[in-house]
Every structure is written in C-alpha cells, then in structure tokens.
C-alpha cells in the first residue's frame, strides 16, 4: 500500500511540474518495463491473493518472495543511470538482506504489530509463523539484521496505519524520485507542449 502510495504521489507530483512548465509528462527509455510485472507476479499469487496463498506452503511462498526481489534488482541494475533509482536499489537490497537472514520473509516483532493492532494479543501470536502477507513473527533478541525488520510505524494520530522497514523508506523515495523529474536525460523525458 505504501509503495502504490508513493507511486502515486510520484506521478501527480511529475505531472503536476510538468503541467505548470507547459509540458507533457512522458516516461520514456525505461529498459526492460516488463520485468517488474513478471518479479511481482509470484508475489501476489504467493502472498496477496487469498484463493492461492492459502494453496502456497511456507517454502515455496518464501522463494517467491526473495526471487521477486532478485528480478527487481536486476530491472534496477539495467535502468541504473536512471535518478533515483539508486535509492530504489538500495532499498530492495536492505530488504533482501533480511529477508534472506531469517528464512525468506521480513520479521516483525510482536510488539510492533500490538502497537498498529491493539486488538491482537501476543498470546495469540506464534512465533515464526506468517503474519499478514511477507512478514514472519520473530522476537527481535531471534531476528538476524533486526534494525532492518519491520520495525517501524506511523504515529497513532496518522490516519493509515502500516509497518514498515528502513528499506521500504528507501523504496519509497526511490519510486517517487524516479517519478517526480521530468527533465531526466535518461529515463524520464518531458516534450513540449506544441503551440496549435
């Protein structure tokens, strides 16, 4: 949800500048688009769908998981002189690292996920089972790399809610720079708007 947001904040924002420059908002140059369509495929069907994940074992939805990964790096190595994509990379390589260092999905700590969801009880927890989509509970003492987990969360006054990682933060910010510049010299370009 959170990186669909940045998405979108990233095109509006693109649009928006090029818009008030008289300008048309193109992305072009964009190598291999089709990559990250084919890497997040197993994902949803893995993860996010309830029909399939519930057919899935823990194994082969965790191999998804991290071959997903790997296929987004390598669109992100073959559109590496693209702004911001840098950051992407260094977002999904962080989240790699800790998925792979505790068994194919993020951990997340039960006291984390009591504090976005009060109403879920740490008894009522099992450790090292799935929790949500990606995440694994883990207590943070038995997590490998745990200040790369799924660690952190909005304030309670924010209207959404959700947990997130230092490398979701990176992804983010990749995703909407990426998105945001249109005078990029490789990736996204802006023509100008054609006088009728």
Same mark, same amino acid.
């Given at each position: 949800?959170?990186?669909?947001?940045?998405?979108?904040?990233?095109?509006?924002?693109?649009?928006?500048?090029?818009?008030?420059?008289?300008? =048309?908002?193109?992305?072009?140059?964009?190598?291999? /688009?089709?990559?990250? +369509?084919?890497?997040?495929?197993?994902?949803?069907?893995?993860?996010?769908? /309830?029909? =399939?994940?519930?057919? +899935?074992?823990?194994?082969?939805?965790?191999?998804?998981?991290?071959?997903?990964?790997?296929?987004?790096?390598?669109?992100? #190595?073959?559109?590496?002189?693209?702004?911001?994509?840098? +950051?992407?990379? +260094?977002?999904?390589?962080?989240?790699?690292?800790?998925?792979?260092? &505790?068994?194919?999905?993020?951990?997340? &700590?039960?006291? =984390?996920?009591?504090?976005?969801?009060?109403?879920?009880?740490?008894?009522?927890?099992?450790?090292?089972?799935?929790?949500?989509?990606?995440?694994?509970?883990?207590?943070?003492?038995?997590?490998?790399?745990?200040?790369?987990?799924?660690?952190?969360?909005?304030?309670? #006054?924010?209207?959404?809610?959700?947990?997130?990682?230092?490398?979701?933060?990176?992804?983010?910010?990749?995703?909407? #720079?990426?998105?945001?510049?249109?005078?990029?010299?490789?990736?996204?370009?802006?023509?100008?708007?054609?006088?009728?």
């Amino acid at each position: 949800m959170i990186l669909l947001l940045a998405a979108a904040l990233g095109l509006a924002a693109g649009l928006l500048l090029a818009t008030l420059r008289g300008q =048309t908002y193109q992305i072009n140059g964009l190598r291999f /688009p089709w990559i990250p +369509v084919i890497a997040l495929l197993p994902q949803v069907i893995a993860l996010y769908l /309830p029909i =399939t994940r519930s057919l +899935v074992s823990k194994g082969f939805a965790a191999a998804c998981l991290v071959g997903s990964q790997m296929l987004l790096l390598i669109f992100v #190595w073959l559109n590496r002189r693209w702004p911001g994509i840098l +950051v992407l990379a +260094v977002g999904l390589i962080l989240n790699l690292a800790v998925i792979i260092a &505790n068994g194919g999905f993020m951990p997340v &700590n039960s006291d =984390t996920v009591e504090s976005v969801l009060p109403t879920i009880h740490a008894n009522e927890m099992f450790v090292g089972e799935r929790f949500g989509t990606k995440d694994v509970l883990l207590p943070a003492q038995d997590t490998q790399l745990e200040w790369l987990a799924d660690r952190n969360h909005f304030p309670d #006054w924010f209207p959404f809610q959700a947990i997130y990682s230092l490398g979701d933060v990176a992804i983010v910010l990749g995703i909407f #720079w990426v998105l945001v510049q249109p005078h990029a010299r490789t990736g996204i370009f802006v023509k100008e708007l054609q006088p009728s």
